[in-house]
Nanobody, 124 residues
Framework: QGQLVESGGGLVQAGGSLRLSCAASGRTFSGYTIGWFRQAPGAEREFVASISTWNSDYTNYGDSVQGRFTISRDNSKDTVYLQMNSLKPEDTAVYYC????????????????WGQGTQVTVSS
């Protein structure tokens, strides 16, 4: 079946940085679009960023992270990264990566495979 495994979460002060990783386990997701979503307590799951292999790695970002977060992928490691800079307390959430065969996706329903999530906490 295969799965996605997130890592890199933790506690950081406002203004700091973290890099999350999303690694494939049990199968390859190299031909898939990979997305990052996040969910804060009591809130709906929110689109953060996505990267596809279509059109030389097309990327897309949610409005709240545009200019601060960068998504990238290393196909040799079958891993996607989310570099998060200038973190704010409102970035606190569980971050999930997901995979889809679509060439683009910003909706939860676009994605078929999900990881278990990694907690990111930004203190003020």
């Amino acid at each position: 079946q295969g799965q996605l495994v997130e890592s890199g979460g933790g506690l950081v002060q406002a203004g700091g940085s973290l890099r999350l990783s999303c690694a494939a386990s049990g199968r390859t997701f190299s031909g898939y679009t990979i997305g990052w979503f996040r969910q804060a307590p009591g809130a709906e799951r929110e689109f953060v960023a996505s990267i596809s292999t279509w059109n030389s790695d097309y990327t897309n970002y949610g409005d709240s992270v545009q200019g601060r977060f960068t998504i990238s992928r290393d196909n040799s490691k079958d891993t996607v990264y989310l570099q998060m800079n200038s973190l704010k307390p409102e970035d606190t959430a569980v971050y999930y990566c997901a995979a889809t065969v679509r060439t683009y996706g910003s909706q939860i329903s676009d994605y078929n495979y999900w990881g278990q999530g990694t907690q990111v906490t930004v203190s003020s």
